[in-house]
């Protein structure tokens, strides 16, 4: 059965700040590996996929990485802003039916 | 292009009520996927439908909770003879295939159901 961790539960950081986010996973069959942002009362927002033939993915300042063999996945995010503080969560498909979440890291920017 | 709709947003029912919540995916999609989430807990797959089938039902409760997917209109998921510990956010998800390397699911805002 797949499990999926997030370290830290939670996270407080100044504006500014560089900051790693983290999630592993139990078992490496995977598809592909997802880092959504859940605001507030609100839906999920896909940010970046990474197929688990690849190693890493950008998009702005955002950078997620894949390390398939050790079942761990990182979230970069740099210069972070105060409109970057949500729940950030990871989740993995490893079969045709089902995203497998962690139970997120709650990110807060302060200005 | 309109996103997965859900409605209602909000639902409030009492002990021993019914909830039914509606899902809408994106057009041209045909597969839908349902999830829960408890307070402070992650999203937990319930249930994966495509058009007039159940393909994988392994996370739902056994008893009260039924979903289908008719062939016309929303994805429907029931909730009966609810209970307190039956509140939490039910999300629904689309996509427009099956799950493989580069397919993702695209996501509603989610029913918030709270049961007195």
């Known amino acids: 059965k797949q499990e999926v961790t997030q370290i830290p539960a939670a996270l407080s950081v100044p504006e500014g700040e560089n900051l790693v986010l983290n999630c592993s996973f139990t078992d490496s069959a995977i598809y592909n590996l997802q880092w959504f942002r859940q605001d507030p009362g609100k839906g999920l927002t896909s940010l970046l996929l990474i197929q688990s033939s690849q190693r890493e993915q950008t998009s702005g300042r955002l950078n997620a990485s894949l390390d398939k063999s050790s079942g761990r996945s990182t979230l970069y995010i740099a210069a972070s802003q105060p409109g970057d503080s949500a729940t950030y969560l990871c989740a993995v498909v490893t079969s045709g039916s089902r995203l497998t979440f962690g139970e997120g890291t709650q990110l807060t920017v302060n200005p | 292009n309109a996103g997965v709709m859900q409605n209602p947003r909000h639902l409030v029912r009492r002990r021993g009520q019914e909830a039914r919540l509606r899902c809408s995916p994106m057009k041209g999609h045909s597969h839908v996927y349902w999830y829960r989430q408890l307070p402070e807990e992650g999203l937990k797959f319930m249930v994966y439908l495509q058009k007039e089938n159940i393909i994988d039902e392994s996370g739902m409760p056994k008893e009260r909770f039924s979903a289908e997917f008719p062939k016309e209109g929303p994805s429907i998921l029931r909730i009966q003879q609810v209970v307190r510990g039956d509140s939490a956010a039910y999300f629904c998800?689309?996509?427009?295939?099956?799950?493989?390397?580069?397919?993702?699911?695209?996501f509603g805002p989610g029913t918030r159901l709270t049961v007195l």
């Open positions: 998800a689309s996509s427009l295939g099956v799950l493989g390397a580069t397919d993702t699911q695209y």
